[in-house]
C-alpha cells in the first residue's frame, strides 16, 4: 500500500501544491523596444509596445514631458536613461531608476516643471497586488535662495481619474530635505503614476538646481484571492485522503 502510495498519491499531491503554491518573483529584468539590454533611453520607452519588466512589475505607456508650469528649458529624452530595479523584493519591491544626466540641471534665467506618466500592472501571472509607493531622489542639490528641486508623485487608480494619493520629495534650502517619501493604498494589480519634475534657480544670481538620479518603487503583497500555505496543506490533505481511498477500493 505505501510502495502504491508513493508511485501514484505523492506526485499528485505534490503537482498540486505546486499548482497552487504562490510563485515567487525572479530577480530578473526584461526589457522590451531598447536597444541596450542594460536599460532604456526615455525616447525609447515613448515609442508604442515599449515596456520595462521587473520581477513581476511592468512598467508601459509612458508619455513625453510635457509643461506642468513654468518651464523655458526641455530635456534631450536621448540622454534620460531608465532602468529596472529588481533587487527589493516584496518590500520596498520592484520599480525603475531615472538617470537624467544633466537634463535636469539649471542655472539663473532656466526653469523646468514637467510632467510625465506610466502605468505600472502586476503580470498575469503574478498572485500580488501593488500596496504601496516609495520614491528616491538619490542624487539632487538646490543652491540660492528660494532654489528647489524634487519630484512630485500622483498616484491614480486604472481609470486615470479618481487620485489614490499625492506625495513629494523636494529639497529647498536652507531647511526642507524631504529625500525619501513613501505611501500606502488599498492593494490592487494596476496603477496610473504621474510624476512632476520641477528644478529652480532660485533668485540668486549665482543660484543654481540639478535634480540627477531618483528612484521609484513599489511594494507587494499576496493577493487576497491566492490561497495561503496552509490552504495548499489541507486541500493536499484531502487529496491524499481521496486518492488512498480510491485505491483501497480498486484492491477490494
Known amino acids: 500500500m505505501l510502495r502504491s502510495f508513493l508511485r501514484w498519491g505523492a506526485p499528485v499531491v505534490a503537482l498540486c501544491a505546486a499548482l497552487l503554491a504562490p510563485a515567487q518573483s525572479n530577480a530578473t529584468v526584461i526589457l522590451t523596444g531598447c536597444a541596450n539590454p542594460g536599460y532604456c533611453t526615455f ?16 512598467f508601459s505607456n509612458f508619455t513625453r514631458f ?15 536613461l531608465v532602468s529596472g530595479l529588481d533587487d527589493g523584493g516584496l518590500d520596498p519591491g520592484p520599480g525603475l531608476l531615472f538617470s537624467l544626466n544633466g537634463q535636469f540641471d539649471v542655472t539663473n534665467g532656466f526653469f523646468m516643471d514637467l510632467l510625465t506618466s506610466f502605468y505600472v500592472a502586476s503580470a498575469l501571472t503574478s ?13 539632487v542639490s538646490a543652491v540660492g535662495a ?39 493604498f488599498d492593494p490592487r494589480d494596476a496603477i496610473f503614476n504621474t510624476l512632476q ?8 544670481t549665482f ?33 491524499l485522503a481521496a486518492i488512498t481511498l480510491i485505491r483501497k477500493r480498486n484492491q477490494g
Open 127 to 139: 498572485p500580488y497586488d501593488i500596496k504601496d509607493s516609495t520614491i528616491t531622489m538619490n542624487i
Open 197 to 204: 519634475l520641477r528644478v529652480w534657480p532660485g533668485s540668486d
Open 43 to 58: 525616447t525609447e520607452l515613448l515609442q508604442p509596445g515599449a515596456s520595462i519588466q521587473a520581477n513581476d512589475l511592468i
Open 146 to 184: 528660494q532654489s528647489a528641486a524634487g519630484v512630485e508623485q500622483i498616484l491614480y487608480q486604472d481609470n486615470e481619474v479618481d487620485i489614490l494619493f499625492t506625495h513629494t520629495v523636494d529639497v529647498r534650502p536652507p531647511n526642507v530635505s524631504i529625500l525619501t517619501s513613501h505611501t500606502e
Open 207 to 239: 543660484g543654481n538646481a540639478s535634480l540627477t538620479q531618483f528612484e521609484v518603487r513599489f511594494s507587494e503583497q499576496l493577493a487576497p484571492n491566492v490561497p495561503e500555505p496552509g490552504s495548499i496543506t489541507l486541500l493536499g490533505a484531502g487529496l
Open 66 to 80: 510635457v509643461n506642468g508650469g513654468q518651464t523655458n528649458r526641455l530635456p534631450n529624452t536621448n540622454n534620460i
